[in-house]
């Protein structure tokens, strides 16, 4: 991917993430994350109806990386099977640990395929995953 298209879309999931802020409801499952080197802090809504996720919502304080990295994740998740979710996490998880992975899964979530260069990204752009996967997982 171009860098300038890397970055843009980067920073258009930072500055205009996708369902920012959280609901009342009890329909969704809830967790949070937090990261153990810098100010990472996100709280995740997942609402699943037939093995099909029909929302996710996050709120909290998050740098870039996280912040863009989850917006793309709900943007690319929303509408999924569980299944598939989960199939496009472990390549994801494959992609950042840089081990083979199928790029064709990932959609917009390639964006950060370089993010080994910088090594200490790599949490941030992992958090999210994590505490999405163990809402699939709940």
Request: some cysteine.
């Amino acid at each position: 991917m171009d860098q300038n298209m890397r970055r843009e879309l980067i920073l258009d999931h930072y500055q205009n993430p996708t369902n920012k802020g959280l609901i009342d409801s009890e329909e969704y499952r809830t967790t949070s994350t937090s990261s153990d080197s810098c100010i990472d802090h996100l709280d995740f809504m997942l609402k699943i109806e037939d093995g099909v996720i029909q929302d996710i919502r996050f709120d909290g304080e998050a740098c870039a990386i996280s912040t863009s990295a989850t917006s793309i994740m709900i943007s690319s998740f929303i509408g999924k099977t569980v299944e598939e979710t989960k199939q496009i996490l472990k390549e994801y998880q494959k992609m950042i640990d840089e081990e083979e992975y199928d790029a064709d899964v990932l959609g917009d979530l390639v964006v950060y395929d370089e993010i080994s260069k910088q090594p200490n990204r790599k949490n941030c752009a992992l958090m999210p995953a994590g505490a999405l996967l163990e809402l699939l997982e709940k």
